[in-house]
């Protein structure tokens, strides 16, 4: 069904370019890099405040030579007065510079700390290009996909958050020498999230939040956009709205060109665009930086690349539903779906809402639920608990983990249709550690039941006892038999490690998300020992011969289990709990016993 919606869009898109005989290069006149030198002077329009576009006189300082290929930047100075303290703020991106009334391009970049307004241009003959650069997938993330194995590992080492923010932010996005995005929030989530993992997203991005701005304005329509005006890309709107804020660089029917550089470089993209009107300018030694409304939609950018940003004016884009409740409390959004900006934005948005109902920091603990609805209708259900200081980012980051592993699924895309998150907690630790495990006996027959006592003790309380029956199954042979009782967040990863999972479809990872467990649940396991075969979409078991042979003929490409569960029983511990053991059993079959006394 994903395909065939990809072609419909491909087709769709084939149909408007063939109707209206392609998008014109653009019918303004431009003047190139190779025609301007030092001294020259010109205009740079820009919004300021109440909407009001002013021309800031402008002197060429010479041209940069390109140190990779199309990237020449012309050096400019503002020659104003109010911006001689004030300098080149975030949110002035994509600013039109024409030089004898001709469009040289967009001022984008700056420096920080600069004791003068000096500003690198984009040219806009490097811009053009945006609207014919080809239908393409962009960047998926910072790095490949990890295995979800070791996305567990390293919620299990503590260390999930770092390994998220290292797979899905682009190196380098903070540090390059383009002006910053400036961020447009509102809404109390946002004003909660402002610490941990909204933090953590925004510093590795580089960019700069305004206080207050973003809140839905009535003012603003299509018809009074022109070059200078300020746009934003709309990211979360809902209960708690949040765009990034930059400046239109040209208007030619209903295109438009905005920010002379990328907004991620994602190439295509599908963002609602909205008109945004500018507050202030707020002056700082380090960034200084707009602040803005987001007002109504007015269409979509379509292309986000290294030369800048490209949309339409008209309809916008279908964003994705995000519900999230945290105890009595319930809250809608609406976000941008992107392969990497829906997972981080949901974070966001679960630490935030966390934090306005609960607590910022201090010890606690999170119990959290994740439901995912897709596309054919099927929906997932995922639980897991969080508890430390820490926890509200912990929640974050694994929330973002599970998101982005199905948004950069191989065999699918845009396959997620919402999501729902339910966060409750508590103050204080509630981790539970295993005092004795004790099996009812050691001995056990086919097709009966065996009884496990379990002993667990939470802090400051009392050790309390937890029952648990697993079946041993009427066809397992005499011999060996292993009882393991781990907590689930562990037995999720032992059992990845010792039988694992090779999917071919997107239903497959569906499957291999259905073996995880909560670290709330107390999981009993009967394993044998046996070789199994590790295929597409699951493990099987196979003679030893069977194994050796293969072996012998693929080598290290094939891959192997040592252990088969026989069967498995899970109870709710009434907390997250630790624990970890294996007791050895014995299976003996009573002469003439069938199972059933």
Known sequence: MTRVRT??????VFLFFWATGGLPVCALEIITPAEVKPGDRGVCVTEVEGGQLIEIPVRILGVVGASQPEGEMVLIRLEDPRFEAAGIAAGMSGSPVTVDGRLLGALAFGWQFATEPIAGVTPFSRMQGLA????????EAGATRPPLLALLIADQEGRLVETVLDWMIPGGAGAQQAL?????????VFAAGSRGWMNDVWQRLGWVTAP???GSTTGGSTGDLQPGSMIAGVLVRGDGSLAAGGTVTAVDGAQVWAFGHPFLGTGDVAMPMARATVVTIIPSLANSFKVFNAGETIGALRSDRRHGVWGMLGPAPDMLPVDIRVGPSSYHFEVLHHRVMTPLLTGILVAGSHQVR??????QTIDLHLEVGLEGGERIGLDQVFDGADAPRQAAAWTSAVVGYLEASPFASDDIRTLAVTLDSVNGLKRATVVDVTPDRSVVQPGSLLGVRVRLQRPGDEVETVRMEIEIPKEVAEGRLDLVVADGASWTVYDLQARPFRASS????IRLLGRLHSSRDLVAALEVPGA???????????????????????GSELRTSRYRVTSLTTVDAGGP?????????????????TGDD
């Open 212 to 214: 207050g701005g973003g």
């Open 577 to 593: 709990v630790v624990a970890a053991v294996r007791i050895r059993l014995v299976v003996k079959a009573r002469s003439g016993w």
């Open 506 to 509: 997107f239903e497959d990872e």
């Open 132 to 139: 014919s650069a080809g239908m393409d997938g962009g960047f």
């Open 532 to 554: 199994g075969l590790v295929l597409p979409g699951g493990t099987v078991a196979a003679p030893v011969g069977t194994v050796a042979s293969l072996r012998s003929g693929l």
């Open 180 to 188: 910053p995005l400036v961020m447009a929030s509102a809404g109390p």
């Open 358 to 363: 609960g607590r910022s920091f201090g010890l």
């Open 7 to 12: 072609l419909f869009r491909a087709l769709i």
